[in-house]
């Protein structure tokens, strides 16, 4: 199974672009990169996923590397709302089943 | 509701007794997860339903914990003789698909507190 690595915690300024990283040397060819975040006290919130491609959305852009090894999330004009742990995911499939490995994720703290 | 709901959202037992956790999924979705969550740690998966069947219970912790879903729908975590290495927060999701790309809904949980 393909382990992710993120940074433990991260400041951005509101206003700014929050760009966390994640690694993921060992992905396989057909595994996607999930990220999800969690506000505290609530349940974990997808925000985006992505094969090798490029993806965007109305909540954030997701850059992977040419050789899928790490990937970025964008969110770009961060707030106040957007304090939480992110969590980065390779997806795992095993036979019919499959499960979200969740790391610790990264905390990000958007100051004022 | 619209989302994926969570009953009790708070439970407070003592040690040695039994409990049961509700999880309500998103209407449709065939794919129903449970996870727990220990304080400032990443949700940690026990069990993955694809319809009525558990497709993978390869992250139950032991026998004392078990998971039924026998209409393919609402789901209920059962945990016997709690210890108070149980206490955490149980999540459950659901996903529509549960292959390819589906992503999961989660709810917002039920806070374990075994004393």
């Known amino acids: 199974d393909a382990k992710t690595t993120q940074p433990t915690s991260m400041d951005c300024a509101e206003g700014r672009a929050a760009n966390l990283p994640c690694n993921h040397s060992t992905i396989s060819g057909n595994e996607y990169v999930y990220w999800y975040r969690q506000i505290h006290s609530q349940g974990p919130q997808y925000i985006i996923h992505?094969?090798?491609n490029n993806e965007t959305n109305e909540m954030a852009s997701l850059i992977i590397t040419e050789d899928r090894k790490s990937s970025t999330l964008i969110l770009p004009h961060a707030t106040l709302r957007d304090t939480a742990v992110y969590y980065c995911i390779v997806r795992v499939a095993k036979n019919y089943g499959q499960n979200f490995v969740f790391g610790p994720g990264t905390r990000l703290s958007v100051l004022p | 509701g619209a989302g994926v709901s969570q009953t009790p959202s708070n439970k407070v037992t003592e040690k040695g007794k039994y409990v049961e956790l509700r999880c309500d999924p998103i209407s449709g979705h065939t794919a129903l997860y449970w996870y727990r969550q220990s304080l400032g740690q990443g949700p940690e998966f026990l069990i993955y339903?694809?319809?009525?069947?558990?497709?993978?219970d390869s992250g139950l912790p032991n026998d004392r914990f078990f998971a039924v879903r026998p209409e393919g729908s609402v789901s209920t975590l059962k945990i016997q003789r709690t210890e108070r290495g149980d206490s955490a927060v149980y999540l459950c999701?659901?996903?529509?698909?549960?292959?390819?790309?589906?992503?999961?809904?989660f709810g917002e949980g039920s806070r374990l507190t075994v004393l």
């Open positions: 339903f694809q319809g009525t069947g558990a497709a993978d």
């Open positions: 999701a659901s996903s529509l698909f549960g292959g390819a790309a589906g992503e999961l809904f």
């Open positions: 992505g094969l090798k």
